[in-house]
């Protein structure tokens, strides 16, 4: 029996020999050594595991995978060797030692290796290139060329944006997935190397193609649930920054994570938090997390003044930059409350573990405490391109681009309770994060629609969460909801909430 730590280093040394094995162009001795270094760090305690069988069952997967002879299209040929090494290195693991498959050890390793491409390149599809998350992480890919690429881009209905970051960043693939604007689309304005994908369909096929490393799940709503969903079935590593997809199947979908060995990593500057803070303790030692919120516009409003408000107010945010409906969602803290929901799903919590407080400066950005009474924050600017830059980047930190705290300036941090008086859709949150089930897919929908009536002026400000309340409540809730059990009752929310009347 040996230790896995020589598991482990066998992995190195077998892309290592690679190169020499095979006469590859592009797995190099050095690229070993790197990967080698990277599996291992931060793995502390291995235990005794079966590492001959391992170790043998990693290297002939690298031998089927690594000989790609070299030619004009050397860099799709890398991209598919890569993907093979990790999907035949999945195969290996199971097949090497099924009965480890839930060892911290597996875990770790695992993780490690399905970040690494053979050039140290992480291959990334954005789902929703030209929204507001989108457009952030293609500045952190801007500036990241020689550790991140992106090979795929999508966006809904303005394809001539899409076009124009095609140009920028020359991807493989784009996908435009309205199809109702795919006529208007002039191929001409795309790279002619660039295939040109449309619908659901397309968004699905990138999102889970051997040429992806990982997938920035960033399309608002309960439409980034098939991309998202497509990821994690593929058992890629999934950036999510799309709340939805666990608000509306946390359950389902974390289940499909463990089932294919996918890794979620938060992309909301909140939850990122809580994941970094995380990692100072074991779950076990976790009292609860508490998720700040910076209060909207309209903090310290009665419930009265909250009638006077209109979508012009309601979309100006007072330290974020988002789109329409986030920070509609913003202003009625329901983005909090689907943010409690999420986080109960992706960090395994209780729904009393989840707290939440108003904090005006956006500077801390969530905390965890420790049954010993510890509280370990994540403090940084306002800027979403941290919390993506260490989801693209992870298990590393790298140089950035996001502005940096000045410690040379005087400042002060607030926190207060929050008004749940004011805000009643807090509450919900709370209420589906306990309840669990179909509830999470109801009130999403609901409030998509609510949130979508009060900006062409049909519903006002306060009617939004009345809305929600009242199809939460008529809903016929299931406990175990299957996801097209899910998709049906999205559907009819969405339309039980268009009928609505005060």
């Not at 705290?405 to 306990?434: N, R, Y």
Request: with cysteine; charged share 20%.
């Amino acid at each position: 029996m040996l230790k896995a730590r020589d598991a482990a280093q066998s992995l190195g040394i077998a892309l290592g020999r690679a190169s020499t094995d095979h006469q590859s162009t592009y797995c190099t001795g050095r690229t070993g050594t790197s990967a080698q270094r990277r599996i291992l760090q931060g793995i502390p305690a291995l235990p005794r595991m079966p590492g001959i069988a391992f170790a043998r069952s990693l290297r002939r997967s690298i031998s089927v995978a690594a000989p790609v002879s070299a030619s004009r299209h050397q860099v799709s040929a890398n991209g598919r060797a890569a993907g093979a090494v990790r999907s035949f290195f999945r195969k290996s693991l199971r097949a090497a030692a099924p009965s480890q498959s839930a060892d911290p050890f597996f875990d770790q390793v695992s993780a490690r290796v399905r970040g690494l491409t053979l050039h140290g390149v992480k291959r990334i599809a954005v789902l929703g290139s030209t929204g507001s998350i989108g457009t952030s992480c293609l500045d952190v890919l801007s500036a990241s060329r020689d550790r991140l690429r992106p090979v795929a881009l999508t966006a809904h209905r303005r394809w001539e944006q899409l076009a124009e970051q095609c140009r920028q960043f020359n991807p493989s693939y784009a996908v435009v997935t309205d199809d109702a604007v795919a006529r208007d689309v002039r191929r001409s304005d795309f790279p002619s190397d660039t295939r040109l994908l449309f619908g659901g369909d397309g968004a699905a096929e990138v999102a889970s193609s051997p040429e992806v490393d990982v997938v920035v799940a960033g399309i608002v709503g309960a439409a980034g649930l098939r991309g998202a969903w497509a990821a994690v079935e593929a058992g890629k590593t999934l950036a999510i920054a799309n709340k939805e997809t666990l608000v509306v199947a946390g359950p389902l979908v974390m289940d499909m994570a463990a089932r294919t060995g996918s890794k979620l990593l938060p992309v909301d500057s909140e939850h990122s938090a809580v994941f970094q803070a995380l990692q100072t303790g074991r779950s076990a030692e976790v009292r609860r997390v508490v998720l700040t919120a910076s209060g909207g516009p309209f903090r310290g409003w009665t419930a009265e003044k909250l009638k006077e408000v209109t979508p012009e107010l309601a979309l100006k945010h007072p330290t974020w930059d988002m789109g329409p409906k986030i920070t509609i969602d913003s202003a009625t803290m329901m983005n909090k409350a689907l943010e409690v929901i999420e986080a109960r799903w992706l960090f395994n919590l209780r729904a009393d573990q989840i707290a939440v407080v108003v904090h005006p400066q956006s500077i801390v950005h969530s905390m965890v405490e420790f049954v010993d009474g510890s509280v370990i924050a994540q403090l940084s600017p306002p800027d979403m391109r941290l919390p993506i830059q260490y989801a693209l980047t992870y298990p590393d930190r790298t140089e950035g681009i996001s502005p940096r705290m000045d410690w040379t300036k005087a400042c002060s941090l607030e926190f207060h309770p929050p008004d749940i008086e004011a805000f009643p859709a807090l509450q919900l949150g709370f209420e589906v994060a306990e309840r669990g089930g179909s509830s999470g897919a109801v009130l999403n929908a609901a409030n998509e629609v609510a949130v979508d009536r009060f900006l062409r002026c049909e519903l006002a400000f306060t009617d939004i969460p009345r809305a929600c309340r009242a199809v939460l409540n008529a809903h016929d809730f299931s406990s175990s909801p299957t996801l097209s059990e899910l998709l049906r009752l999205d559907r009819w929310a969405r339309e039980e909430t268009a009928r609505w009347r005060v």
